[in-house]
């Protein structure tokens, strides 16, 4: 059997640009309705898987840029929330800490010493005792 030059042979690729524009117009329209905070429901919404969505964003720069507007709004939901005591204030702290923790970490910052701990009978297990760097 032969086969012609330059044939692509393979599963034929699904997210064509076309398809990462028409999903990033979606997804922009989703994030204009106020009551759209949690863009994983959009996600959950549209049947994606949560690697398909990131891989999308880390090929297709426009769709990052609209990701990283959608994080803005959910912290700016969060803290607003915190504030005028719409929202809990503990869970608040809580998704604030564990979401954003690295988020003005620069590249200089990344290469600084690091903090540790050491323990010791002489010291509480809570002092920190020590920094590197």
Known sequence: MKTKKNTK?????????????????????????PKHIW??????????????FYKIAKEYEPFSEAI??????QENFL?????????HPGFTMFLLKTNYKDKYKTADESEKGVVVKVYSKKFSDEEECATVG
């Open 9 to 33: 042979i393979g599963r034929p690729v699904y997210w064509t640009d076309a398809k990462k524009e028409e999903l990033l117009k979606k997804f922009k329209k989703w994030m204009e309705d």
């Open 39 to 52: 863009f994983n429901d959009f996600i959950y919404d549209n049947k994606l898987r949560l690697e398909t």
């Open 68 to 73: 990283e507007l959608a994080k803005l709004k």
């Open 79 to 87: 803290v607003k929330g915190g504030l005028f005591n719409k929202t």
